[in-house]
């Protein structure tokens, strides 16, 4: 069963940085024919799609919220996916989480990884 493990969340002032990777556990060639995304749910909100990456790495979209802050990028080989965020906003507090892009979050989700952005 695949197992996706996200971790480098915290507690982060606005206008912080923080970097989140998320391994999966599946060989390198399934990892490499699957687009990823990364989502977030929020205390009381719905989870949400944040961004995503193609398989090759080559093409990423973000939803307008977290546009020109955050930065989706993978590394096929060691089966990771990163999460760029920049210029944290309180907003962007929530558990994130990934999971494949290909089927529309098809694989078992993870406990995530809790991002709190306070002063």
């Known amino acids: 069963q695949v197992r996706l493990v996200e971790s480098g969340g915290g507690l982060v002032q606005p206008g912080g940085s923080l970097r989140l990777s998320c391994v999966v556990s599946?060989?390198?060639?399934?990892?490499?024919?699957?687009?990823m995304r990364w989502y977030r749910q929020a205390p009381g909100k719905e989870r949400e799609l944040v961004a995503s990456?193609?398989?090759?790495?080559?093409?990423?979209d973000y939803a307008d919220s977290v546009k020109g802050r955050f930065t989706i990028s993978r590394d096929n080989p060691k089966i990771t996916v990163y999460l760029q965020m920049n210029s944290l906003k309180s907003e962007d507090t929530a558990v994130y989480y990934c999971?494949?892009?290909?089927?529309?979050?098809?694989?078992?989700w993870g406990q995530g990884t809790l991002v709190t952005v306070s002063s």
């Open positions: 990456i193609s398989a090759g790495g080559g093409v990423t």
């Open positions: 599946v060989s390198v060639f399934t990892f490499s024919n699957y687009a």
């Open positions: 999971n494949e892009g290909r089927y529309g979050g098809s694989w078992p």
